[in-house]
């Protein structure tokens, strides 16, 4: 079936440093790929998506690109800032009657020094 | 404005109660999802619909019920049989039917069994 390996937390950085989430996954076809965060006390709200191989998604300075010959759809910004102290779930959608049943990693958790 | 409203926020049941934890969304949504948060293990699906009068088990679904009588609400309750209950309970909707984009989450459910 499909599955998701995040990288595991906590990652803890200083602000302005460069940050990667990595992210790998398992799949048959050609899944969606997605990028959730979740701010302490909150739900989840989707942070980017990519729906096809090459494709980039980017949203609030974050960036990743889906790689279908690693499999692998990292996560990466070039300066973090404390407000981006949060979890970041990698997520799959699969391309077939899989394509409702949303899988999630186990999430990372990022903290941000001042 | 449109989203997804959970109640109760938090809950505390007594061992062998059931509880039943409420999901209302005004998205116009088809597909509607139960999520379960462990710290560490991530998001682990219970139980999702496509459809309404329609549902299907998750990776986690023994100990757990649902419905889907109106396309809004997708009702989750919490039975006796479910050995290890405490958790945050998340639930979501989307577009559903075919390829799934973004999901929509509300600001989950805190359950403790006392």
């Known amino acids: 079936g499909n599955s998701v390996t995040q990288m595991e937390g906590p990652v803890t950085l200083s602000e302005e440093a460069f940050l990667t989430i990595n992210c790998t996954y398992t799949?048959?076809?050609?899944?969606?790929l997605f990028w959730y965060v979740q701010y302490p006390g909150e739900g989840l709200q989707l942070l980017l998506k990519?729906?096809?191989?090459?494709d980039k998604g980017s949203n609030k300075g974050f960036e990743a690109t889906y790689r279908k010959e690693t499999t692998s759809f990292h996560l990466e910004k070039g300066s973090v800032q404390v407000s981006d102290s949060a979890v970041y779930f990698c997520?799959?959608?699969?391309?077939?009657?899989?394509?409702?049943?949303?899988?999630f990693g186990s999430g990372t958790r990022l903290s941000i020094r001042p | 404005d449109g989203g997804i409203t959970q109640s109760p926020k938090y809950l505390f049941r007594k061992e062998g109660q059931n509880v039943t934890l409420s999901c209302e969304q005004n998205?116009?949504?088809?597909?509607m999802y139960w999520y379960r948060q462990d710290p560490g293990q991530g998001l682990r699906l219970i139980y999702y619909s496509q459809i309404v009068n329609d549902f299907q088990k998750g990776d986690i679904a023994e100990g757990y019920s649902v419905s889907r009588e109106k396309k809004e609400s997708f009702p989750l309750t919490v039975t006796s049989a479910q050995k290890n209950p405490t958790a945050f309970y998340l639930c979501?909707?989307?577009?559903?039917?075919?390829?799934?984009?973004?999901?929509?989450f509300g600001e989950g459910s805190r359950l403790t069994v006392l």
């Open positions: 799949a048959t076809g050609y899944p969606s």
């Open positions: 998205l116009n949504h088809d597909a």
């Open positions: 990519a729906t096809k191989a090459d």
């Open positions: 979501a909707s989307s577009r559903g039917q075919g390829k799934t984009g973004e999901l929509f």
């Open positions: 997520a799959l959608s699969g391309w077939d009657s899989s394509a409702s049943k949303i899988i």
